[in-house]
């Protein structure tokens, strides 16, 4: 073995297998209703557009779509214009393109945190911000997060607060991954103001606000931020396609050097092609219809996924109701341990993630989260009914 022989660096060492990785790993067969993955849907993801934007852009700037280069001026144009459109002033120069979110926490967590230094996180969430955050030997001081109930920004307080000062926090404010919960407008404005008094940067992780089904769009918690204390991390991964990895932070443009440098370090710069051509997608006014569709999908499938919910296991679930993105979060009696149960539901046929694997501060062994993206709305009523089957017995 390789490790026999060689010490890894510390940044890799603390980083965990992925345990939803290897479950996912038992879930191939077809057969299976799988609620497990976080995946766009299939159906709306625009293959043909996108072929024809790329097709456009090749025959149009030739091998200057193929080379190095900075960061493609009109994608940072466009949007910085769509963040003033959402409150958040900024200028091109404060917008950083990234391949995807998943890299604006890492540069941003690496800005701020060394080894052993704490970092505030709500007490369930994305495994990517433990990856950059725990996963490089940070502490954690969590908050509590409930499906129903909402952020406990009291709890956010105690932990900005807490000794020694955090010098990071993160909050995933829109459609939750995994509880699919939003914050409210108080409680984005409360965060922006305790984060400036506290002069605690905030990283708002954001892939799914331009999801959101029913209701109105909200303000990032950045368009409340006077102090600059604010990263707001946003994504193309969930408004086009994941495998464009692309993505942007909006940062202060005193950092403008560093973040410049660090970016650098992991990998120059992001496809010049894809820059080009999403601005080609936007430039010929795909993107509203596309929306459009993505929610019309994710409104149908998550309406399902409540009703199924409501009939299969209202009598021993509570759940959070989504009004956007594609994640809801159950929890189910004490009794029930979901990472237990998972190769039981796996020979019946369903799939979902263990909530225990979203878990800061361990605990939550009766929490699944189910993604309804990939489903139609009569399998999300099978998938419901043969999880109901596996989960029952155990209830005692
Ligand atoms: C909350 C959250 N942040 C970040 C990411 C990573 O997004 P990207 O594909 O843009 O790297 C995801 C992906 O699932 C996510 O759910």
Known sequence: ?????????????????????????????????????????????????????????????GPKTLQYSPQWRPLQEWIAAHMNERGVRCSPEEVFITNGAQQGLAIVSRLFLDRGEPVVLESLT???????????????????????????????????????????????????????????IDDRQRVAALCAEHA?????????????????LDPPIRSFDEAGRVFYLGSFSKLLAPALRLGWIVAPVDLAPTVTVLRESFDLESSTLTQRMVMEFIDRGLLPAHLERSRDAYRERGTAMLRALDSHLGDIARWSRPEGGIFTWVELPESVDTTEIFTEAVEQKVAYIPGAVFSTTGGHHNTMRLSYANLTPELIDEGVERLAGVVRPHVT
């Not at 890894?8 to 345990?19: N, T």
């Not at 950059?132 to 709890?155: E, L, M, W, Y």
């Open 1 to 61: 073995m390789y490790t026999d022989s060689h010490r890894l660096s510390e940044g890799v060492s603390d980083l965990k297998r992925s345990v939803m990785r290897d479950l996912l790993c038992l879930a191939v067969d077809p057969e299976i209703i799988s609620m497990a993955g976080g995946l766009p849907a299939n159906d709306v993801l625009p293959v043909d557009t996108i072929r024809e934007c790329l097709d456009a852009v090749l025959t149009r700037d």
């Open 126 to 184: 994305f495994t990517g911000v433990q990856q950059v955050t725990s996963g490089r030997g940070a502490k954690v001081v969590s908050f509590t997060i409930d499906p129903v109930d909402g952020h406990d920004i009291d709890g956010f307080e105690a932990a900005i607060t807490s000794s020694p000062s955090p010098r990071l926090a993160v909050v995933i404010p829109n459609f939750h991954n995994p509880l699919g919960i939003s914050l409210s």
């Open 200 to 216: 605690i940067p905030l990283i708002e992780d954001d892939p799914y606000s331009l999801l959101r089904f029913e209701g109105e």
